[in-house]
């Protein structure tokens, strides 16, 4: 496959790009400056704009599928989230690419009571206006036509952690959870290769 990977320089994103290359797919990194990102090996890298539709649908075409794990902290959380689902939803559906698969956030999936992570009791809301700019994005994304999947650490990040080649899908989000970065880019690209959540939100965790 051709598979596109946004927000290619980041921790997430790079991991996306080390394991569709693994699988022998051809890769475009996209970045906001590539001189920046000289070592990402096994990938076509160029720039590009995700909060701009026409950027999207310029580096995009010709691809099969889209990953997206494009974070930008210099910009206000709900405009960012927001205004670059709109740009991928626009930009992917010009480029032909109907197949999204976003890195997405546990504090805006629902916990055991059912209720989101973020509006359970006991939750830490430092970083709430970022979780609220998460959930306006996947807003923007259920009003899109795109075959999406938004997928999400059941908790946080393993950051020290190495890859096990595993993962497996969470029944609810878990603070507790922990899940390698690695080991997300394995559910993603199983995303983009063979889909099994279609336009839903779904939570992975460790296996």
Not at 26 to 49: C, E, F, I, K, M
Not at 169 to 191: F, K, M, Q, V
């Amino acid at each position: 496959m051709n598979i596109v990977v946004f927000g290619a320089g980041g921790r997430a994103g790079r991991q996306a790009v080390a394991e569709a290359h693994r699988r022998g797919h051809q890769v475009t990194a996209v970045v906001r400056d590539p001189a920046r990102h000289s070592d990402l090996t096994g990938a076509r890298v160029v720039a590009g704009d995700v909060m701009d539709a026409a950027s999207v649908e310029q580096v995009a075409a010709g691809h099969d599928a889209a990953v997206s794990a494009a974070a930008d902290l210099s910009v206000a959380p709900h405009e960012f989230f927001t205004e670059s689902s709109r740009a991928l939803a626009t930009g992917l559906a010009g480029a032909g690419v109907h197949r999204l698969v976003v890195v997405g956030l546990s504090s805006v999936m629902p916990g055991a009571s059912g209720a989101l992570l973020m509006d359970e009791p006991g939750y830490p809301n430092e970083y709430r206006s970022f979780s609220l700019g998460h959930a306006a994005g996947l807003d923007e994304l259920r009003k899109c036509d795109l075959d999406w999947a938004y997928v999400a650490p059941a908790g946080d990040f393993d950051h020290e952690g190495t890859r096990t080649g595993r993962y497996r899908i969470a029944e609810h989000g878990d603070p507790a959870s922990r899940i390698t970065y690695a080991d997300l880019a394995i559910a993603l690209i199983d995303e983009a290769e063979t889909p099994r959540h279609h336009r839903a939100a779904v939570s992975v965790r460790e296996a």
